[in-house]
């Protein structure tokens, strides 16, 4: 018989049927309202039957066009599959498509949209982030184990060494009893707990507050302190790469652990700024100096005092012991005048920030210049109650220069000095629509603050603080052997 191939590598009838059934999950996206319409009037069984049409897939997609490309590559990974097992397709929803509210990414508030579309008909909400790679089949498996009329809360389970900052050192007495999950393995919620956890949401309104690990915070709110179910941990669920041996007996495993989209981004094409003062010029500076600075083409020094040894340069903006909202915007207009080279791309760190360049001229492959884009580990704030997203200052800001133009053309400024930079910018890009973009390989924080098996599987970009280490052999063990990236970027390319 013959077979025609199609430019991405599927055959005709493949490529026919995947369509098939795109537009047969957009067509059901519309009816999402009335659960019936999509499952059928049939309430889920009990027992080990479980159908593929039971589980709602949501992919935790952002609106970056890079990421939005990723999220359909799961999609349609996802479909193809249910072909080869001769099923009806689940329902597959895309995050970012499901609303204009900014907090939808932190989950909460959409559980009780999500109880109400499908709390009926449903028997799980599986979530999977961009880069999560699922077997069906035996993610079939896995859940059929499970009796899914009792509150369930699935997840490779990650635990603290150690109390850390940016879980507000909760567990101070034993940071390893509670447990949370790896967001990059997927995670699942059973539907009577969904139903639950909706209903509580709708009669105590979620807290306006800060939003720093998600995936920890989500664990809190479910298990509330005792009366809610923990995290059961499901061995089958796993953040090998999927081409590991080691992961055969995986339900999920992750596609790549460093992007790398095409050639690296040059290093000339990005402008470093670093935020420093007076106080720290000859402790902070040096370390820059001696690990990631001599990896810059293009780098300056924003100090509250001009020292031509180093050198710095004194914006006019005096040192403020809080936010550094004056410094940073005086960086964002220097960055569009003719003082510096014209560059695509801005960075923009504290001096205590541990950062690899090479590894962000990887990642910087992936996205468009010329898109606005701002770049690094998302926080947020009063999200449950609409609020907005913010790039953590610490871990380093990456600025598209048509984001530096929107902002600046915008009229949005600081309301003090001191305000706190990071989120001012995000007030500002939540009132022109621009959204932020998560990357889950910066860090606010140092690597300890952080789950061991949850930097196993990364290649990170930076760390924050050099407080209680040594910051010289952090940059050394974390973030300077590039023989392990070169090989993950190899493998990733090639999937690409």
């Given at each position: 018989?013959?077979?025609?191939?199609?430019?991405?590598?599927?055959?005709?009838?493949?490529?026919?049927?995947l369509?098939s059934?795109?537009?047969?999950?957009?067509?059901?996206?519309?009816?999402?309202?009335?659960?019936?319409?999509?499952?059928?009037?049939?309430?889920?069984?009990?027992?080990?039957?479980?159908?593929?049409?039971?589980?709602?897939?949501?992919?935790?997609?952002?609106?970056?066009?890079?990421?939005?490309?990723?999220?359909?590559?799961?999609?349609?990974?996802?479909?193809?599959?249910?072909?080869?097992?001769?099923?009806?397709?689940?329902?597959?929803?895309?995050?970012?498509?499901?609303?204009?509210?900014?907090?939808?990414?932190?989950?909460?508030?959409?559980?009780?949209?999500?109880?109400?579309?499908?709390?009926?008909?449903?028997?799980?909400?599986?979530?999977?982030?961009?880069?999560?790679?699922?077997?069906?089949?035996?993610?079939?498996?896995?859940?059929?184990?499970?009796?899914?009329?009792?509150?369930?809360?699935?997840?490779?389970?990650?635990?603290d060494?150690?109390?850390?900052?940016?879980?507000?050192?909760?567990?101070?007495?034993?940071?390893?009893?509670?447990?949370?999950?790896?967001?990059?393995?997927?995670?699942?919620?059973s539907?009577?707990?969904?139903?639950?956890?909706?209903?509580?949401?709708?009669?105590?309104?979620?807290?306006?507050?800060?939003?720093?690990?998600?995936?920890?915070?989500?664990?809190?709110?479910?298990?509330?302190?005792?009366?809610?179910?923990?995290?059961t941990?499901?061995?089958?669920l796993?953040?090998?790469?999927?081409?590991?041996?080691?992961?055969?007996?995986?339900?999920?495993?992750?596609?790549?652990?460093s992007?790398?989209?095409?050639?690296?981004?040059?290093?000339?094409?990005?402008?470093?700024?670093?935020?420093?003062?007076k106080?720290?010029?000859?402790?902070?500076?040096?370390?820059?100096?001696?690990?990631?600075?001599k990896?810059?083409?293009?780098?300056?020094?924003?100090?509250?005092?001009?020292?031509?040894?180093?050198?710095?340069?004194?914006?006019?903006?005096?040192?403020?012991?809080?936010?550094?909202?004056?410094?940073?915007?005086?960086?964002?207009?220097?960055?569009?005048?003719?003082?510096?080279?014209?560059?695509?791309?801005?960075?923009?760190?504290?001096?205590?920030?541990?950062?690899?360049?090479?590894?962000?001229?990887?990642?910087?492959?992936?996205?468009?210049?010329?898109e606005?884009?701002?770049?690094?580990?998302?926080?947020?704030?009063?999200?449950?109650?609409?609020?907005?997203?913010y790039?953590?200052?610490?871990?380093?800001?990456?600025?598209?220069?048509?984001?530096?133009?929107?902002?600046?053309?915008?009229?949005?400024?600081?309301?003090s000095?001191?305000?706190?930079?990071?989120?001012?910018?995000?007030?500002?890009?939540?009132?022109?629509?621009?959204?932020?973009?998560?990357?889950?390989?910066?860090?606010?924080?140092?690597?300890?603050?952080?789950?061991?098996?949850?930097?196993?599987?990364?290649?990170?970009?930076?760390?924050?603080?050099?407080?209680?280490?040594?910051?010289?052999?952090?940059?050394?063990?974390?973030?300077?052997?590039?023989?392990?990236?070169?090989?993950?970027?190899?493998?990733?390319?090639?999937?690409?």
């Amino acid at each position: 018989m013959l077979s025609i191939k199609c430019q991405n590598g599927y055959s005709v009838t493949q490529y026919f049927f995947l369509w098939s059934l795109v537009a047969f999950i957009t067509a059901k996206g519309d009816e999402v309202e009335n659960p019936a319409k999509v499952h059928g009037t049939d309430k889920p069984s009990s027992g080990s039957q479980l159908d593929l049409r039971e589980v709602v897939f949501v992919i935790q997609s952002q609106r970056n066009s890079f990421h939005v490309r990723q999220a359909e590559k799961l999609r349609k990974d996802l479909l193809l599959q249910t072909q080869t097992l001769q099923e009806s397709p689940p329902v597959i929803l895309l995050l970012h498509t499901l609303s204009d509210n900014e907090g939808d990414w932190s989950i909460l508030p959409l559980l009780p949209r999500l109880s109400s579309q499908f709390g009926k008909n449903s028997s799980w909400i599986m979530f999977l982030e961009e880069d999560t790679r699922v077997k069906l089949q035996k993610l079939h498996e896995v859940l059929k184990k499970f009796d899914r009329r009792k509150e369930w809360f699935l997840g490779k389970p990650l635990h603290d060494e150690e109390s850390t900052i940016i879980h507000h050192y909760a567990f101070s007495e034993n940071p390893t009893a509670f447990e949370y999950p790896d967001f990059s393995a997927g995670w699942a919620l059973s539907i009577p707990l969904i139903n639950r956890l909706a209903s509580k949401i709708e009669e105590e309104p979620l807290k306006s507050d800060f939003t720093i690990d998600l995936k920890h915070e989500v664990a809190l709110y479910i298990w509330e302190d005792g009366k809610g179910p923990r995290l059961t941990g499901v061995p089958e669920l796993c953040t090998l790469a999927e081409h590991n041996k080691r992961a055969q007996s995986c339900a999920t495993t992750v596609s790549s652990h460093s992007p790398l989209c095409g050639e690296p981004v040059k290093i000339e094409n990005i402008f470093v700024a670093v935020k420093t003062c007076k106080k720290f010029h000859s402790d902070r500076v040096p370390v820059v100096k001696k690990t990631w600075g001599k990896q810059a083409s293009l780098l300056e020094y924003y100090s509250d005092y001009a020292d031509p040894s180093i050198p710095t340069i004194n914006l006019g903006v005096p040192n403020t012991e809080r936010g550094h909202c004056g410094k940073t915007f005086a960086i964002l207009r220097r960055f569009l005048s003719s003082h510096v080279p014209r560059t695509d791309w801005l960075l923009i760190v504290d001096d205590d920030t541990l950062i690899s360049l090479p590894r962000l001229q990887a990642l910087l492959s992936c996205y468009e210049s010329s898109e606005p884009l701002c770049l690094g580990e998302r926080y947020g704030y009063g999200l449950g109650q609409g609020g907005y997203s913010y790039i953590t200052g610490g871990g380093g800001m990456l600025f598209s220069r048509e984001a530096v133009v929107q902002l600046l053309s915008s009229g949005c400024n600081c309301y003090s000095n001191d305000a706190p930079d990071d989120m001012v910018l995000g007030m500002c890009l939540n009132s022109l629509r621009v959204p932020v973009t998560h990357s889950p390989l910066f860090h606010q924080a140092r690597p300890e603050d952080y789950a061991r098996d949850f930097l196993s599987h990364q290649t990170p970009i930076s760390f924050h603080k050099h407080w209680n280490i040594d910051p010289i052999a952090v940059f050394n063990k974390w973030l300077k052997n590039e023989k392990h990236t070169e090989g993950l970027q190899k493998s990733t390319k090639e999937e690409l």
